[in-house]
């Protein structure tokens, strides 16, 4: 289905004063967004409008009961044209979300031509430095104000998007937690709600005063088994194979996660998906079958880890250790973004030029 999406165009670009060398992440924000309004029944009054500030009513029901979700997703300037990094598996993940937290789901339709509207108009936008790329946001909030707890009749969709170089600038150093929980089983660890990040703040501050970088979260029931990072998968490099986690409802199916599923094995690597236990970890290191651990996520993309934090004593996977394995998959992955090289696996979803290109 086409929808019709009204374009009100920015009068003050910002994009002279966009300076890639110094773009940090999520700080600075493209000249346009994508809002779309839920009335209860329909989408309505589909637009873009420049960036900026929304009018709320202090009862907003998202900032008092939390119904918010949201997305992650890049694209690439690659080849003079803009690319969109498996954009379908974030508009279906977007859906298990909302549907997890009763809010309405996005047509496919609505997700992909606002998404596609906005990034033609804010083409520009799209760094082509090498690790630069735009970090898109779409999220959905509910916004009845009413202050009862229920469902919201109401809810804004929007898009906003930021040009973005790498998300970390060194490899991590992690502690694994085993006090708090991220998530719980039959709670909403698999979506991507706001107030899941909302509640490892805590943990993860508290862990940054320890000297760490994240928390490597393990599972919620016995604290046994890793799970992920902040905002990241988790990948074990053995001798002879690679384990990541199993995905279950208490952590996050990562769409980078799954890519790179699909490289490891395309570069002949043996992936496992199964229950990782911290005392493996800690085994394999002594026996000298540790060989790497990294992470992965849209923002952050791909980083080795130093090593983890277990019980008050660090563990140095580095040391003994090396990135041959995350860097050998990086490299592909960047080829397929950047259009070095083929598109393997057809991730990669060209923006259509749809505005009229000024005379
Ligand atoms: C909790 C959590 N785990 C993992 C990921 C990685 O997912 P993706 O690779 O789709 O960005 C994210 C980021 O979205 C996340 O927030």
């Not at 080849?79 to 909302?98: D, H």
């Not at 599972?219 to 053995?238: L, S, Y």
Request: hydrophobic residues 40%; negative net charge.
């Amino acid at each position: 289905m086409a929808y019709e999406i009204t374009i009100r165009k920015t009068e003050n670009s910002r994009i002279s004063s966009l300076d890639v060398e110094n773009i940090g992440f999520g700080k600075i924000f493209a000249d346009h967004m994508f809002v779309v309004d839920y009335d209860g029944k329909t989408w309505t009054d589909a637009r873009i409008e420049p960036y900026g500030n929304m009018e709320l009513s202090p009862a907003t029901s998202a900032l008092h009961y939390g119904q918010s979700i949201f997305e992650g997703m890049k694209a690439f300037a690659a080849n003079g044209e803009v690319q969109l990094f498996r954009p379908i598996e974030n508009w279906k993940r977007l859906n298990i979300s909302a549907r997890r937290m009763v809010m309405p789901e996005i047509p496919q339709d609505l997700f992909m031509q606002g998404l596609n509207t906005l990034l033609d108009l804010d083409r520009a936008w799209v760094p082509a430095a090498d690790g630069c790329s735009l970090y898109i946001r779409p999220f959905l909030f509910a916004t009845d104000d009413f202050v009862g707890v229920r469902p919201s009749e109401k809810y804004r969709f929007c898009i906003f998007c930021c040009p973005v170089g790498p998300y970390y600038s060194k490899p991590l150093r992690v502690k694994v937690e085993e006090d708090y929980s991220r998530s719980a089983p039959g709670g909403t660890g698999y979506t991507k709600c706001a107030g899941n990040y909302g509640a490892s703040m805590f943990p993860t501050k508290k862990a940054q005063q320890e000297g760490y970088d994240q928390v490597l979260w393990t599972d919620p029931v016995t604290h046994k088994f890793v799970e992920e990072t902040g905002t990241t998968n988790f990948f074990a490099v053995f001798h002879d194979k690679i384990v990541t986690p199993e995905l279950d409802e208490t952590l996050l199916a990562g769409i980078t996660r799954n890519s790179v599923i699909h490289i490891l094995k395309h570069l002949g690597h043996t992936v496992e998906e199964r229950k990782l236990s911290v005392q493996e970890l800690k085994d394999a290191l002594q026996a000298g079958e540790l060989k790497e651990l990294f992470i992965t996520g849209t923002a952050a993309t791909m980083i080795y880890l130093e090593g983890f934090g277990h019980h008050g004593t660090y563990y140095d996977v580095i040391a003994n250790g090396n990135h041959t394995i995350s860097n050998q998959v990086k490299d592909l992955m960047e080829s397929i973004r950047y259009g070095r090289g083929a598109d393997l696996f057809q991730w990669m979803t060209r923006v259509e030029a749809m505005n009229e290109v000024p005379a």
